[in-house]
């Protein structure tokens, strides 16, 4: 990447030169493709927020695709992975960046190590070290090293913790919390969130709002206790909580046209 850390847009037709079939078998991937020259090269020129040799089309779009791939001056293709921006909430880089701070905010007291975040959010160790760094940089959490390991926590002393956890649980935390709500009620089989809040978590766009929270739990727990369960933690969720239960192997062997709606549908498993 050039080192003033910005991207370079491809001409169209050139961006790979005599490798086009490469190029093309990126675009059937979904990638962007962009070139990287030396930032000496004689021939540099400015276009806007972008540096290219010559006056080419910027085909780059903030947000979108799920790589770049950078060809260098030895034929060398590199990939770089890129998430998109969360339906949850916009404002915030990628769905990982969200995932992360929130599943640390949410316990102030839980410190973990970074292997542990990359294991647990099943999220790459490189992603949750950046991340970590850049939350450290603003205080939000704290770190130590214990041997050679490095140690992360939030940090309630920060004045953007409250209310960054508030709107990270909202966004975010709601699997993580209603995991912890159900876990050791017994006789639940498995438990999922289905409909608008579970699409928007997976990054399948759709114009109807989010109105609450679909809540589809499987097996034959007390129902009151689901109930009250749940009820100790939907104030931090930001919509409503419904429930749903079904037998345990309802999604399995049911045929009625509700099973067929959920299961056709974005469905996340928190149990």
């Known amino acids: 990447m050039p080192l003033d850390g910005r991207q370079l847009a491809p001409q169209p037709g050139e961006a790979l030169g005599s490798k086009r079939g490469d190029r093309a078998a990126a675009r059937g991937q979904g990638q962007r493709v962009a070139r990287e020259h030396s930032r000496d090269s004689p021939t540099f020129e400015p276009l806007g927020r972008w540096r290219c040799r010559h006056r080419w089309t910027p085909t780059h779009q903030e947000g979108e695709g799920v790589g770049i791939i950078f060809h260098n001056s030895n034929d060398i293709i590199h990939f770089v992975e890129r998430e998109p921006i969360p339906m949850l909430l916009p404002i915030l880089r990628s769905r990982q960046q ?3 701070l929130a599943w640390i905010l949410d ?5 973990c190590s970074l292997t542990e975040l990359s294991r647990q959010l099943k999220i790459p160790a490189p992603s949750v070290h950046r991340e970590v760094e850049r939350a450290e ?8 090293m214990v041997g050679r390991t490095r140690l992360v926590k939030a940090n309630p002393a920060s004045r953007f913790f409250a209310p960054l956890r508030e709107l990270l649980v909202m966004s975010f935390g709601v699997p993580d919390r209603l995991h912890g709500a159900l876990t050791g009620i017994p006789g639940i089989s498995g438990a999922h969130i289905f409909g608008s809040w579970a ?7 759709g114009t109807r709002p989010i109105g609450d929270i679909d809540l589809l739990v499987l097996g034959s727990p007390n129902r009151d206790a689901v109930y009250q369960a749940v009820a100790e933690v939907a104030p931090d969720l930001g919509h409503p909580v419904q429930v749903t239960f079904r037998p345990g192997d309802w999604l399995a062997t049911s045929s009625d046209s509700f099973r067929t709606t959920v299961a056709s549908r974005p469905l996340l498993q928190i149990l």
């Not at 699409?199 to 766009?205: I, S």
């Open 98 to 100: 969200g995932q992360l």
């Open 107 to 111: 316990d102030p007291e839980r410190e």
């Open 137 to 144: 940089a603003t205080g939000v959490v704290i770190s130590r």
């Open 199 to 205: 699409a928007r978590f997976l990054q399948v766009g």
